[in-house]
Nanobody, 125 residues
Framework: VQLQACGGGSVQAGGYLRLSCVVSGRTFSSYTMAWFRQAPGKEREFVAAISWSRGSTYYADSVKGRFTISRDNAKNTMYLQMNSLKPEDTAVYYC???????????????????WGQGTLVTVSS
């Protein structure tokens, strides 16, 4: 399985970006998908996750109401719409795929199985 993330860039505070993650190699629709990010000098942190059926989503408190995760199983693609961006959103964003339910993955009971390379998001004040 390969995950390819793209869509990062530089924006001013208050702006927006949409990240995409294209999955190839296995049945995309059976995986829980998620976005993580890692800011300079900080540990990687969870951003959002979406169940295989798109029926459930889960967000970190820091992005609730501003970010929206979605997926198109027909296109093997996951998205992260990021609105009202803040300088503290600056980070490298990674997409990930896990074989277990969204509940299992978000509890941290199982590690994500596959990771994409990062895409850099820079938000200036």
């Amino acid at each position: 399985v390969q995950l390819q993330a793209c869509g990062g860039g530089s924006v001013q505070a208050g702006g927006y970006l949409r990240l995409s993650c294209v999955v190839s190699g296995r049945t995309f629709s059976s995986y829980t998908m998620a976005w993580f990010r890692q800011a300079p000098g900080k540990e990687r942190e969870f951003v959002a996750a979406i169940s295989w059926s798109r029926g459930s989503t889960y967000y970190a408190d820091s992005v609730k109401g501003r970010f929206t995760i979605s997926r198109d199983n027909a296109k093997n693609t996951m998205y992260l719409q990021m609105n009202s961006l803040k300088p503290e959103d600056t980070a490298v964003y990674y997409c990930a795929a896990g074989r277990w339910s969204i509940a299992t993955m978000t509890r941290g009971d199982r590690p994500y199985d596959y990771w994409g390379q990062g895409t850099l998001v820079t938000v200036s004040s």
